[in-house]
């Protein structure tokens, strides 16, 4: 995300001078880079949970009440501007990680015009997505297997219908707060950064670990 746009005569110089800024800041994502971080999944997956164990009487009550055998987990992570917004998804008992999230298709360019109109989008797993170190803020909830069903459906959906970009309309907070309403969650406002967008979200919702949906 970022500020609105500058609408007058200098907005072309402004990108142009964005655009010199960022290629200095911002890591080249090559499909190399991204198909090395997919492989590392499986190892990256587990690094999530900060928290230390707890006695094993809070752990059963945490397991029984809390968390499910699936999972949502909105995410975001440190970028060269504002930082950037998307979701793991997956099963509670299983390494592996499904990553979506809204981006703009190519690097630094195609990032500085999508301040100024609609680019072509990705919504997979993008660099720096994967790695733990980047991470700065998560809410994790969890879905019995009828709802995480519909929830990861809704999310395939979602990323076959969004085939652009733009910091303004249609941005990665915009993207991961429309899978958090289909879920039933209160949605914060979403021109915000990334990472306050995620704090807000867990604020609003009282920390619940546990979504159900309602019937169809």
């Not at 907005?11 to 880079?33: D, Q, R, T, V, Y």
């Amino acid at each position: 995300m970022t500020n609105k746009p500058d609408r007058s005569g200098s907005c072309i110089l402004a990108g142009l001078a964005l655009a010199a800024m960022i290629a200095c800041l911002m890591p080249s994502a090559s499909a190399h880079e991204a198909n090395k971080r997919n492989a590392d999944a499986n190892v990256l997956a587990t690094t999530d949970s900060t928290s230390r164990p707890a006695p094993q009487s809070a752990r059963r009550s945490v397991a029984r009440v809390e968390k499910g055998p699936y999972y949502v987990d909105f995410r975001a992570r440190t970028a060269a501007s504002w930082g950037h917004a998307f979701v793991w998804y997956g099963k509670t008992s299983e390494k592996a990680v499904e990553v979506a999230g809204l981006t703009p298709a190519g690097d630094t360019l195609a990032y500085v015009l999508g301040h100024i109109t609609f680019v072509p989008s990705e919504t997979g797993a993008s660099y720096g997505d994967l790695d733990p170190e980047y991470l700065t803020a998560s809410y994790r909830v969890y879905l019995n297997e009828a709802d995480a069903k519909r929830v990861f459906a809704y999310i395939k959906k979602l990323q076959a219908n969004s085939p652009v970009w733009n910091a303004e309309t249609a941005n990665c907070t915009g993207f991961i707060g429309d899978i958090a309403e289909f879920m039933g969650l209160e949605v914060p406002n979403r021109w915000q950064r990334p990472e306050n967008f995620v704090n807000r979200l867990k604020e609003m919702n009282g920390g619940r670990r546990m979504v159900r949906l309602s019937a169809e």
